[in-house]
C-alpha cells in the first residue's frame, strides 16, 4: 500500500526516569547540536499522511521536553494543525504512558466522541531514547501495520540466547534463529490498540503480565504481529556508554573547565549570604535574589562549563519569579540542568574577596553548605578568602566579589 494513501498519528514516549542513564533525562542529552528527543521525531516529520503527534513527558516537565525540541521540528509540528501537535504527562509505567498518549490522539482526531474517525488511521510507537530510526522504517512499519493490524521492527540476535531460572541456572537453549530483538517504531491500527490499552487499564491480571512493548500487548488482546526487519543503527539509548562517542559531552575530551565571577553591592538591612550560609554583618548584598554572590559564581562556571549559557539567561532580574529568590534553589536546578546535559561535577575551587567580616569562622560551613547544594562530597570543594587590602570598592567595604572554577566529567 502506498504510504500516502495512509492517515499516520504518531505517539513518542519519553515519560521515563532514565535511571540506568544516571539520573539525567537522556532525551534532553544534545546529539551533534540538537537533542536526543528531537532526532527521534525526524523519521516522522516528513511521512505523508502525518496528522498527529504526541509525546509523552514525565508529569510537570511538559514544557521542558518542548522546548528540547529544533524551531524546525516546531514549525513542522505546528503546521500540521490546531491540536494536532502535544506534550502530555505520561503515567506510572511505559504502557500507561502509551494509553494517555493514544487518548490524547483520540482527542485530536475527534474519536472520543466519533470513534469511527480513528478508522483507518495508522499509529506509530516509538521510544524517544531512539534517535536513529529512518524514515524508511518508519514508512515500511506503517505500511504493515495496514496491512496486517500490527507491526514490529526486528533485528538478529548477535549473543547466543540462554533462558535463566530464578537461581541463575540455564534452563534452556533457544536456537538463535528463532529469535529476535524489538525495536520501535512500532505500528497499528489505532482504533483497536487503544481499545486493548483501555482494556488493560481495567484488568487486574494485566499487572502482572510482562507488556515491555505494545506488540507483546496487542497480541494478548488482539491478535498476530507481522514482523518486518529492523535497523542495525536504530540503537535505544539506556547507559550514557550508548552516546559516549557521539553526543556532545567531550567528543573524545575527558573533561570540560568553566569560570565565573559576580559582584554585589553591600548596603545596610539586607542579609550576607555567602555559599547558603547567613553571615553575620551589618551589611548584605543588594540583589533581585537573596544576593549570594559566591552561588551565583558558581552557577555560571558550572552552566558555562556545559555550554548554556548564563545565570541571567536562567534566572533573569526582570522575572518576578526570583525576586528574593534562595540562590541554594537556583543553584540545585543549574546542577540539574547540568546532569541532563550529561555531565556531573568534577571538582570546584573558589575563591570569596570581602574587606569584612573576617570569614574564616564560616570557610568550613560555606564550604559544606555549598556541596550539599551541589550534592556532591565536600572533598570535591574549595572556599578560600581574601580580602583587596583597602584598594577599590571591595576594599573599602563597598561590595563583595566572588569567583569559581569548575570541571565537569561526562556522566556515568
Excluded at 521536553?65 to 490546531?82: I, K, Q, Y
Excluded at 540455564?170 to 517504531?185: D, F, M, Y
Excluded at 544576593?291 to 549559557?309: K, N, P, S, T
Amino acid at each position: 500500500m502506498p504510504a500516502g494513501t495512509l492517515r499516520i498519528a504518531v505517539v513518542v514516549t519519553a515519560a521515563g526516569s532514565s535511571e540506568r542513564f544516571g539520573g539525567g533525562k537522556k532525551e534532553l542529552l544534545s546529539l551533534g547540536g540538537r537533542s536526543i528527543l528531537d532526532r527521534a521525531l525526524s523519521p516522522f516529520l516528513g511521512l505523508p499522511g502525518l496528522e498527529a503527534l504526541v509525546i509523552t513527558a514525565p508529569a510537570g516537565r511538559e514544557a521542558e521536553l518542548r522546548s528540547a525540541l529544533s524551531p524546525e521540528s516546531l514549525a513542522a509540528l505546528e503546521a500540521l494543525g490546531p491540536g494536532r501537535f502535544a506534550v502530555v504527562a505520561g503515567g506510572k509505567s511505559r504502557r500507561d504512558s502509551v494509553r494517555l498518549g493514544l487518548e490524547e490522539l483520540a482527542r485530536a482526531q475527534g474519536g472520543n466522541q466519533e470513534p469511527s474517525r480513528l478508522d483507518g488511521v495508522i499509529v506509530l510507537v516509538h521510544d524517544g531514547a531512539r534517535p536513529w530510526a529512518s524514515p524508511e522504517l518508519a514508512s515500511r512499519a506503517a505500511q504493515a501495520a495496514a496491512l496486517h493490524g500490527a507491526s514490529v521492527p526486528v533485528v538478529p540476535l548477535v549473543d547466543t540466547p540462554k533462558e535463566l531460572g530464578p537461581d541463575g541456572t540455564v534452563l534452556r537453549h533457544p536456537p538463535r534463529s528463532a529469535l529476535g530483538g524489538a525495536q520501535t517504531p512500532q505500528g497499528f491500527k489505532l482504533l483497536p490498540l487503544l481499545d486493548a490499552h483501555r482494556r488493560a487499564a481495567l484488568d487486574d491480571s494485566a499487572a502482572s503480565l510482562d507488556f515491555t512493548d505494545d506488540a507483546a500487548l496487542w497480541d494478548h488482546y488482539v491478535g498476530p504481529v507481522a514482523s518486518i526487519p529492523g535497523e542495525a543503527e536504530n540503537r535505544k539509548v539506556t547507559f550514557v556508554a550508548d552516546v559516549a562517542d557521539t553526543t556532545d559531552v567531550g567528543r573524545g575530551l575527558p573533561f570540560r573547565v568553566g569560570q565565573g565571577e559576580d559582584l554585589h553591592r553591600l548596603v545596610p538591612g539586607r542579609p550576607l549570604m555567602l555559599g547558603g550560609v547567613s553571615v553575620p554583618s551589618e551589611l548584605g548584598e543588594e540583589a533581585h535574589s537573596d544576593g549570594d554572590v559566591l552561588l551565583h559564581a558558581i552557577i555560571d562556571a558550572m552552566l558555562g562549563a556545559a555550554a548554556l549559557g548564563d545565570i541571567g539567561e536562567h534566572f533573569p532580574p526582570s522575572d518576578e519569579r526570583w525576586r528574593g529568590a534562595d540562590s541554594r534553589d537556583l543553584a540545585r536546578r543549574a546542577a540539574r540542568l547540568v546532569r541532563e546535559a550529561g555531565w556531573e561535577l568534577g571538582n570546584l575551587d573558589c575563591t570569596i574577596v570581602l574587606e569584612r567580616p573576617r570569614l574564616s569562622p564560616y570557610k568550613e560551613a560555606i564550604r559544606a553548605s555549598v556541596a550539599d547544594c551541589l550534592g556532591v562530597s565536600p572533598s570535591g570543594v574549595s572556599v578560600k578568602a581574601k580580602t583587596k587590602e583597602g584598594v577599590d570598592a571591595v576594599g573599602e567595604g563597598r561590595a563583595v566579589e566572588a569567583s569559581a572554577i569548575v570541571s565537569l566529567f561526562p556522566a556515568r
